[in-house]
């Protein structure tokens, strides 16, 4: 049987998430036989990324106005190739709190999703906003939730044996909400708490001073081995402001782990499962489920 | 089921409530049911109310005092309309209100609140003269904080799926949910407006006209006004977490303005020292008001330094001269 070529265009500011995701794509034996998969590079703003020899392109590029003439010249170029646009970025939630202009930007991503056949979203949750908005014909749309590998993060976590450590994994950048996590857990005042944050990002600064005076609170920097991060905590919180799907998430769970998590975007793909618990991105709500979560332990001890 | 569902909460409204009914009945677009929400009162409410259910367009819910928020909140859970409209026991809806964000509301799929200007009448019913022409288009969140072109709580009309994304509940609530918060008995309007901003993606935008009337009631303590800047700032602090960004750019600015309005109620109350220090505030606070809106911020600085320097007298004359001569 003929293989089929497939090729993964991504931008060169693409998120760590997707990369992590294609690698695990590109690795898959199974898929090799029939499919053979390239991921090329190509740079957002140009005017054109050039005629490309492929049976099915899928694009994981941001989609922005500047963007828009790279679009539509891929289109115009491959009239008989399978166009296929994976979002990876924009929610209901990104959109809520960057976009001012919001008539201007749904404009932008009806015109850039028409140009391809199908067009993926990450999570149910993304699908159904992109629906309400008709950012793209129902028929068009699949939902299609990213998967990384995650069985050394299996093998190598031990369930939790206490219930003291919330741990937070990711980058200290304003979409990932720690800033109201800290908050949160500063109300709270059991003194055998204890908060650990993983990452690094541009709000290192301003989360230690939200932390300041807090000894409970501990920033551990990036973490080399996410199984040890997992391991050093009972509970992971992810009070992110926006969020297309969440691997975080399946990497909690995958390592054992109990989420608290906002209530947005792909994150509430998760309703439901007894493992995940939803907050509101407000530092009272997010104190009220740490404070369940220490309790918890105090009734289990007791009983 | 109607298309739209008109809540007017009445809290000992005997006054004006018929008046308010009769401007809602009177609508050229008829799919719709009103709900009166009697929020505990003393008075003849609901006994008026109950005048007018021989419309059988006409509900009436009652239930101890809880406030505007609390009545808002049970009209919103007992409409039935895919569109909720609000109209205040003494505000009065023009009869081509609801036909106009009906429409907006059919044409534009990503609009949630459709609102309008409104056109300000006193005690007795009377024009003053004094309109509420807000902006309509391509309005954001910083509009919103800083001159929330909504206006009043007679101005909008929502989707249900709207409230619908709004709507939380309490712990301790055990009736029904909550769209706007109860715990504010003051600018409950623009804290549900503002989530509305930084919670959903739902574009809000006007339609042309003056198309509801908004009654001002004279008087009014100072006290009041300390009560309202506490509120304004406990609904910052309630929301800031949603966006500090958004917060950090914008707080210096909708402060001013907020505290340029408040200078101009006092104003209105003949408070000398008050509304002094209310507009010093404000331009201490941001000079954006100055340079959006100089003849508003001038007009305030003048009034406010005649009635500091001259006592109440010019300023009363001036109120007086300019009922006459809209009287003529």
């Not at chain 2, 023009?94 to 429409?103: G, Q, S």
């Not at chain 2, 807000?134 to 954001?140: H, Y």
Request: charged residues 25%; neutral net charge.
């Amino acid at each position: 049987m003929e293989q089929k070529k497939i090729l993964h265009l991504v931008d060169d500011t693409t998120a760590g998430g997707v990369m992590r995701m294609l690698d695990h794509l590109l690795a898959q034996s199974d898929l090799s036989e029939t499919v053979d998969q390239k991921v090329l590079k190509v740079k957002r703003t140009a005017f054109s990324w050039g005629k490309l020899n492929a049976d099915v392109i899928v694009s994981h590029v941001v989609p922005s106005w500047r963007s828009l003439p790279a679009f539509s010249a891929l289109r115009a170029m491959h009239l008989d190739t399978r166009l296929v646009h994976v979002e990876h970025s924009y929610t209901r939630a990104f959109t809520t709190l960057n976009v001012p202009h919001k008539r201007r930007f749904f404009a932008m991503l009806r015109v850039i999703y028409s140009f391809f056949d199908q067009v993926v979203a990450v999570s149910h949750s993304q699908s159904g906003w992109m629906k309400e908005r008709r950012l793209a014909a129902s028929e068009k749309l699949t939902v299609i939730p990213p998967t990384v590998d995650l069985e050394q993060l299996s093998r190598n976590t031990m369930p939790p044996k206490s219930k003291t450590t919330i741990g937070a994994i990711g980058r200290l950048e304003q979409q990932k909400g720690f800033d109201i996590l800290i908050q949160g857990f500063r109300l709270t005042r059991t003194p055998g708490a204890r908060l650990l944050i993983f990452g690094e990002g541009s709000q290192r600064l301003y989360l230690e001073t939200l932390a300041e005076g807090d000894p409970r609170i501990e920033f551990r920097g990036h973490a080399e081995d996410p199984a040890e991060a997992y391991q050093a905590v009972d509970i992971v919180a992810i009070p992110s402001r926006w969020e297309a799907y969440g691997l975080v998430l399946d990497e909690a769970l995958a390592a054992k782990r109990n989420v608290i998590a906002s209530k947005v975007d792909g994150l509430r793909d998760r309703e439901g499962d007894t493992r995940v618990s939803f907050c509101n991105l407000d530092p009272y709500d997010w104190r009220l489920a740490i404070n369940n979560f220490l309790l918890s332990n105090t009734i289990e001890k007791s009983s | 089921m109607p298309t739209a569902s008109i809540v007017v909460p009445a809290y000992n409204a005997e006054a004006t409530l018929a008046e308010t009914l009769a401007s809602l009945q009177a609508q050229t677009y008829d799919d719709f049911e009103i709900i009166i929400v009697d929020d505990g009162s003393q008075d003849a409410t609901s006994e008026i109310a109950r005048a007018h259910q021989g419309d059988t367009r006409v509900r009436l819910v009652r239930q101890a005092n809880r406030g505007l928020a609390g009545a808002r909140n049970t009209g919103i859970a007992a409409a039935r309309g895919k569109l909720v409209g609000f109209c205040d026991a003494d505000d009065l809806w023009m009869p081509e209100k609801l036909a106009a964000h009906v429409h907006h509301l059919k044409a534009e799929p990503d609009v949630g609140v459709s609102y309008s200007g409104s056109a300000l009448i006193d005690e007795a019913g009377c024009m003053m003269g004094i309109k509420q022409a807000p902006r309509l288009k391509n309005v954001t969140a910083a509009h919103v904080l800083n001159r929330n072109p909504i206006g009043n709580g007679s101005a909008a009309v929502i989707r249900k799926t709207v409230l619908e994304a709004l709507a939380y509940r309490p712990s301790f609530e055990t009736e029904r949910d909550w769209v706007f918060d109860e715990t504010f008995r003051q600018s409950e309007d623009i804290e549900c407006w503002m989530r509305l901003m930084l919670k959903t993606d739902w574009q809000i935008e006007g339609v042309p006209g003056l198309l509801t009337h908004y009654r001002i009631n004279a008087g009014g303590l100072s006290a009041a006004l300390d009560r309202q800047l506490e509120a304004w700032e406990r609904m910052i602090a309630k929301l800031r977490p949603l966006n500090p960004e958004f917060f950090a750019r914008h707080e210096p600015s909708s402060r001013a303005y907020q505290l340029r309005y408040l200078a101009r109620r006092a104003i209105t109350n003949l408070d000398r020292d008050k509304a002094w220090e209310l507009f010093a505030r404000s331009v201490q606070e941001s000079l954006r008001p100055v340079f959006e809106e100089p003849v508003k911020t001038f007009s305030t600085f003048a009034a406010a330094l005649v009635l500091k320097t001259f006592g109440p007298g010019p300023i009363t004359r001036l109120g007086q001269m300019k009922s006459k001569l809209q009287s003529i």
